[in-house]
C-alpha cells in the first residue's frame, strides 16, 4: 500500500513534528493538517507545516491514506468522530496516544468498518504546541504499533514503512503489553516527578525559592518531565489506571524497602542497591537511547 | 587571609574538578593533592592536575593555606585523623560533602583547636573519579558555606572568596537548615531515582531489554543520577538519615494523594496539580540553574 496523502489531526509537539519529518524525509508524500484550535491553526500556516491547514476535520482527512490522531488520549474518540464522515475506504486510521487498549477500542467504536492500527512513537519533549516540533524527533527512537489479530498485514506493513521513513525504529506488540510495558517506562516515572516537584514546591521547612536556587543537586532533573503536557497526561493516567497503579505498587514497596535501610543504617544493602542501578544507564546509553555525555550534555 | 597553597584530600569528580579550577581560575594558587587510591594518584599525575600528588595525606597538608576533604561523607573523619598531624596552625578546614550538621561534627571531633568550616558546592555529574572533573563543573552553581557561630569571619570570608573565584557563588546557613534543604532538593530526588530504576529493572511482566529500549518515554531521565556514586550516596542517606525520613514522608502522602485521585478519576485534581508543577521548571531556567534547551539540550 502505499501512502500518499497523510493527514494529522492535532497539530501539538508530536503531530507537528510527525508534519515537519514527512516533508523532510518523505517529501512526495503531501501533508494536511487540522487542529481544533484556531490559534494552533494559524501558527501552523505561519510555520508552513504542513501543505494543507484545513479549518474543519472532516475536508482534514478526505483524500488522506493514512489519518493518524494527536490529540490528548481522552480526546481521541470526539476528534474521530468529528472526522469520520470524511474518511475514504481502505484508509488506515492510526494515533500516536501514550496507551493504546483503551485508545484503540475508542477508535474502533467511533469509526467502525475502518481499519485501526493504534501506535505510539516513544518520543517527546517537555516542550507543547505546534511551535515545539522539530523533523529529528523520532531519529532512533522506537515506535510501538499495536494491531489487532485482524488487522490487514499491508496496512500494519504501510504503517511501519512510515515510522520507518521517519527514523524510528518499530515494535509490534499486544496493546495490553504495550501499557504494562509504557506505565513502567514512561508513566509511572511521570507521576513520581509530578509529585516530587510538587511535595518540594509545598514545604514549610524550605523556601520554593531554596528549592529553585539549590535544584542542581538533582531535583532539577525530575522538573523536566514535570513540565510536561498537564491535560496529556492528566488523560494518560486515567487511560491507563490499572498498570499504572500496578506499577505504583512495586514501586512503593521498593521505597518502603530502602526507607527500613536508611532508619536501620543498613549501609550493606543501600550501596548494593545503587551498584545495581548504575548498570541501567550504561546500558540504555549502548542501546543509543540517551545521551552518552555526562549531565545529559547540558552545557556547562 | 590570603590562601597561597590548598590542599586536596580526595581526588574524585569534586576534588579533581577544585584542583582543575584553581589551575584555571586561580593560577597563583598552588595545589597539593591526595588520595587514599594509589591508582587515583597516578591519574591525577598522569593528568598534572594538581602542582604536587603526595603520597601520604601529613606530607599533603604540610603548607596548605586550606583543605578541602572531598571524600564520602562517612570517610571524612578518617580522612581527617590522617592528615591531623601535617596541619599548620591558621589552616582552614573544609570539605564538599552532600550533609553538613554531622560532617562538620566530625572533622571538629577529629580535628581539635583547628577552623572548620564545612561548605557544600552543588555540583556534579553522575560520572565519579579524577578523570570525570572539569574546571567549569562550578560555573554559575550555589555553594553554601556553613560556619558555626564562633567561625573566624576572615576564614568565613576567604573561603567564600576562594568559592567564588572558582566561579559559584556562595551562600551562608546554618548546618541544620543545609541538610533540610538538601535533603529536599538532592537527597530525597537521588533516592526516589534509585528507587525507580531498581524497580523497573525487576518487574516480572517487562523485561529490563524493554525499560531499556523504551526508557525515552521518561525512565532514562531518573537513570542518570541513579548513575552516581554508590558509596558516596550510601554515606549522604545514612548521614542526613532524618531529613531525608522527614521529607520522604512528605513525598509518600502526596504520592498517596495522587494515587487516590488516579483510582477515583479524579481529572480536575491531576490536571490541576500538573499545571502547578510546570511553574517551578521554568522558575529554575530563569534562574540559570538548567538548560533552557528542550530535553536539557540533549542531542536529537
Known sequence: ???ARVAIVGLG?????????VKDRLPQV???????????????????????VADDPVAAVAEAD????????GGMADAARAAAAGLRGGVIVSDVGSSKAGVGAALRAALPGH????????????????????????????????????????????????????GAKVDVMDAAHHDMVLAVTSHLPHL???????TASELEEVTESEVIKYSAGGFRDFTRIAASDPVMWRDVFLANKDAVLATL????????????????GDAAKL??????????RRSIIAEGQDDPAPDFGRRH
Open 115 to 166: 481499519v485501526v492500527i493504534p501506535a505510539h512513537p516513544v518520543a517527546g519533549t517537555e516542550n507543547s504546541g505546534p511551535a515545539a516540533g522539530f523533523a529529528s524527533l523520532f531519529d532512533g527512537r522506537w515506535c510501538i504499533v499495536t494491531p489487532d489479530a485482524d488487522a490487514p498485514a499491508a496496512a500494519v506493513a504501510a504503517l511501519t514503512g512510515f515510522w520507518e521513513a521517519l
Open 249 to 264: 505498587q512495586r514501586f512503593n514497596e521498593d521505597l518502603t524497602v530502602l526507607q527500613q535501610a536508611i532508619r536501620r
Open 13 to 21: 509537539l508530536i503531530g507537528s513534528s510527525i508534519a515537519r519529518a
Open 192 to 198: 513520581i516527578a509530578y509529585t516530587i516537584v510538587g
Open 271 to 280: 550501596e548494593d542497591w545503587f551498584t545495581r542501578t548504575r548498570a541501567i
Open 66 to 73: 493514512l489519518v493518524i490522531f494527536a490529540v490528548p488520549v
Open 30 to 52: 503531501a501533508v494536511t493538517g487540522y487542529d481544533a484550535s484556531a490559534d494552533v491553526r494559524d501558527v501552523a500556516r505561519a510555520l508552513g507545516l504542513c501543505d494543507t
Open 1 to 3: 500500500m502505499a501512502i
